[in-house]
């Protein structure tokens, strides 16, 4: 990657919105798993390996799985975020690896929200 | 056959008649013969309909409604709104369980509700390890702006304007600091970052470097184009391996990106960044004995001044910030230092973060504006104490360093001067909530174990009389004090605070002061009475039950990991002394406070 111009940060920024938001013809769905130290501790790479796990086998181009850092809330990691298409995100609390393998059938692949483990849609 | 202009279908199948059907049909015949509606209104009892779990249910014709987890205190509104007005109430309308539409907004969560995020604008949202994501949430735009269309008089103009002072604990105005360090006469300077959190119980930094690493680089990068520095020093503790290595993955990026190194963004401008591991030394967040020690020589303070901003590391001009001081330059360089002066209190300007943790229900990160009060921090964010039979004690704030705050002072605003006046410290954010099961003298003998611990011992006040407190503090929690040790306490600390070298002793003697100030009672009935009050210190207690307040329930017989403990129902409980390890299983079983 050549160094940046000043212009240049306004085209990564379009490019990378492109690539992360969601829209119709590129990824439909983004799920966020929350990787702080508070998120490790607790739990979150076996629920970001099960995430990986259940991706592989559905060879689903429009999923992004993505990770990012403490959410805020670190007694109740893990946590995992969940963003559909023209609709809010939600967020799971204690998440671990069989409730992100619903999640992600239930929720990703069926669109049916699994209120019983969710704190709250929307973001802060 | 009379006519009814409506029914009222009420299932009387067993489900809903055990969930209180009947109560309901009663009530509600009563209110309409109340209004004179009962030759209007039919109210009729149906077999199951099968909705047994949202139950008592009732179907309303015409409208065909079907209302769910009916009660009797519903009955006036349903017969005033439905009934009379013809308005059905909605909120007890039965709804498809998909979810979204119960599901709160994260807004309406007041974890969430009462915080305001400057310095963790872009947690939980990106990927700690994609520059190219920083970027598209404006990422580096204000280094764009710095670079390009600002002097350096102006950025130390703006960051002067916001009244942003230092987040790591002693409140330095940061803008005034870059300015000294820009008129300091000298060639090379040098710009650090203090990320060597040692408070016990603090991971706000820890937390900003894992979460967005790139904020961090983009403030200090501003603050060497502020001062003329082409160098800077990340100083991470070894402890943090997460935040190390997603501060290295970021400065390896930008590089690549030309965002440091030589001609950024192509403006001719040279910066250049390494991170430095600290072994985890607490003296080391000092900032003199940090500089010594990237200059890699052992770790320890030297009197000031002359200040860093003169002869810093090196003897080299340095501005030394913090982690969270430095993931606020950005927003304030974007946004204007009048938009973050115009958030918080006259003498603390913008945001501050907390690691809420102890007692507490919600333990996290939390941050708020300036001026929002403990109370609101500890029970609104943090959602109270977790154990119900537990009442709130204090709250420990600034740690070894800082003092607590008693459930009297709990109004006290989040400003510098107001805590300070509450007997605590803002400190770099650490929020300890204890509860009545904590011991005020064993909390100040921890955090002075920690001192005496961690103090350097170049000089003589902190290294001998740290450890002089110490040994005091321990024989009191031992049941060994003796009626002169608080006057010997009192003596010490002030002598300490006066003739320490660097801030970890001047402050070290803190913890002990404003325990004494809120909970002298403690420490005497540690000494004259030779009891804990909170049941902590273990040397005091007796483990014996009170049969009085015994309420035989067995929990303590159930827990007890020794089988020390013999109880028959109707009987209360007895500890066999002989067998007890004095592990105080027991007595944080007991819900009547019953073992002593």
Known sequence: MAKLKISDLAKIKERISQGTSLREEGAHIKITVHMGTCGIASGARAVLGAVMDEMERVDRKDIIVTTSGCAGLCSQEPMMTVELLKEEPVKYVYVDANKARQIFHRHVLEGEVQTQWALARGSE | MKRFRMHMLLCGGTGCHAAGSLDFKEALQKELKKHGLAEEVAVVETGCNGFCAMGPVMVVYPEGIFYVGLAPEHVPELVEEHVLKGRPVERLFYREPTGKELLPQMREIPFFAHQMLIALRNRGVLDAESIDEYIARDGYQALAKALTQ???????????????????????????????????????????????????????????????????????TIAAKAIGAHQGYIYCRAEYPLAVHRLEVAIAQAKEYGLLGENILDTGFNFDLHVYQGAGAFVCGEETALMRSIEGKRGMPRPRPPFPAQAGLWNKPTVLNNVETWANISPIIIRGGAWYASIGTEGS???????????????????????????????????????????????????????????????????????????????SGGMIVMDDATCMVDMARFFMDFVQDESCGKCTPCREGTRRMLQILEKITQGEGEPTDLEVLEELAPMIQESALCGLGQTGPNPVLSTLRYFRHEYEAHIYEKRCPAKSCVALLK??????????????????????????????????????????????????????
């Open chain 2, 150 to 220: 600002m002097t350096p008089e102006e950025i130390t103009g703006e960051v002067k304007k916001s009244g942003l002072r230092g987040r790591g604990g002693a409140g330095f105005p940061t803008g005034l600091k870059w300015e000294f360090c820009q008129k300091a006469p000298g060639e090379e300077k040098f710009v650090l970052c203090n990320a060597d959190e040692g408070d016990p119980g603090a991971f706000m930094d820890r937390s900003i470097l894992e979460a967005d690493p790139h904020s961090v680089l983009e403030g200090m």
């Open chain 2, 349 to 427: 300007k913008g945001t501050k973060v907390f690691a809420l943790t102890g007692q507490v229900n919600n333990i996290g990160l939390v941050e708020v504006p300036m001026g929002t009060s403990l109370r609101t921090i500890i029970y609104d964010i943090g959602g109270g104490i977790p154990k119900k039979h537990r009442k709130f004690k204090a709250v420990q704030l600034g740690g070894p360093s800082g003092g607590c705050v008693p459930e009297q002072y709990l109004d006290t605003p989040c400003d510098y001067e107001a805590i300070v006046k509450a007997g605590a410290i803002m400190g």
């Open chain 2, 543 to 596: 483990f014996k039950v009170d049969e009085e307040k015994c309420k035989m329930c067995g929990l303590c017989f159930k827990h007890c990991p020794v089988q020390a403990i013999t109880w028959e129902k109707k009987k209360p409980a007895y500890i066999d002394l002989e067998k007890c390890i004095k592990c105080k299983t027991c007595l944080d079983n007991c819900k009547f406070d019953a073992i002593y």
